[in-house]
């Protein structure tokens, strides 16, 4: 069943656990997401980004969502991940979203801050969920996102965003990387506290492919109520399917489909049982 995600993050935060956030390409990724949702009994966040309007549309993407939500009895939420465009974010919550992430990262602080408060506005007249972000994250191995230089999340900034927007929930940038890391990840846990200590609505962390799980529960205790993870569900998922192909069978496509609502539900078991069991 389709929900809105404040309901869910705010659990989470109370309970010190964190939902995660998979993104989605097309009907297989949205199959293995939800599959692991209902056979693990867990919370999930379907999240498809701006970026693959390319593979889906908008419509298309809640239709299937909300036809596979329906046999299934866990609480879903269908995010839009990474938007930077006003008129994609009208056009998801029209479509039936129940979640939208503005990212105003690449704006001056003022500009983020006015452009989200408009958005919230709006989202919030009819239901919808506001995710925004403050700072930014650079780009690892791997990554299908922008390049970008790392810039951490200011916590005086942080308290000052929240309050004159009335955000629901805030991606902070601490030191985690959007894709794979490059070297040994440099977590600043003592700048998510100061973010936590400033301000008391649910903390998002993106890039939570490849972070170690000991700095993953860490970060849930401080505050972080929903991860993301998205270059690992397609780095393995490519990785099984290419090893499977190299063998004598002539694989028909209907099957090589399967296959990857498979290894899309292994990665994704993994980060649902690591995030809510914290």
């Not at 593979?55 to 596979?68: E, F, I, K």
């Not at 000991?214 to 972080?224: D, F, Q, V």
């Not at 496509?253 to 399967?258: F, G, R």
């Amino acid at each position: 069943m389709l929900v809105n995600l404040s309901s869910m993050l705010r659990d989470a935060h109370l309970k010190k656990h964190a939902i995660g956030s998979f993104n989605v390409y097309n009907f297989e990724t949205i199959k293995g997401v939800l599959e692991s949702a209902d056979e693990l009994k867990k919370p999930v966040i379907v999240a498809f980004g701006e970026k693959y309007l390319g593979n889906m549309d908008l419509n298309t993407v809640y239709a299937v969502v909300n036809s596979l939500a329906k046999n299934i009895s866990t609480p879903v939420a269908l995010h839009l991940d990474h938007c930077k465009s006003f008129e994609h974010i009208i056009q998801a919550i029209r479509a039936g979203f129940t979640s939208v992430m503005f990212d105003g990262s690449s704006f001056s602080f003022g500009e983020n801050l006015r452009k989200t408060a408009q958005i919230v506005s709006i989202a919030h007249a009819v239901g919808v969920t506001v995710e925004a972000e403050l700072g930014a994250l650079s780009r690892g191995d791997y990554s299908n996102e922008d390049e970008g230089k790392q810039i951490y999340t200011d916590p005086d900034q942080a308290e000052e965003f929240v309050k004159k927007t009335e955000v629901d929930a805030l991606a902070v940038s601490i030191g985690t990387v959007h894709g794979m890391y490059k070297g040994e990840p440099k977590i600043d846990i003592g700048v998510l506290k100061a973010i936590s200590s400033k301000i008391d609505i649910p903390l998002v962390l993106h890039g939570g492919s490849g972070t170690p799980e000991a700095t993953i529960k860490e970060c849930i205790y401080n505050g972080i109520c929903k991860i993301n993870v998205n270059t690992e569900i397609s780095m393995y998922t490519v990785n099984k399917i290419k090893e499977a192909l190299k063998s004598d069978t002539n694989y028909h496509l209907s099957k090589v489909s399967l296959m990857e609502v498979k290894y899309v539900k292994e990665v994704v078991k993994k980060y649902m049982n690591m995030f809510y069991g914290a």
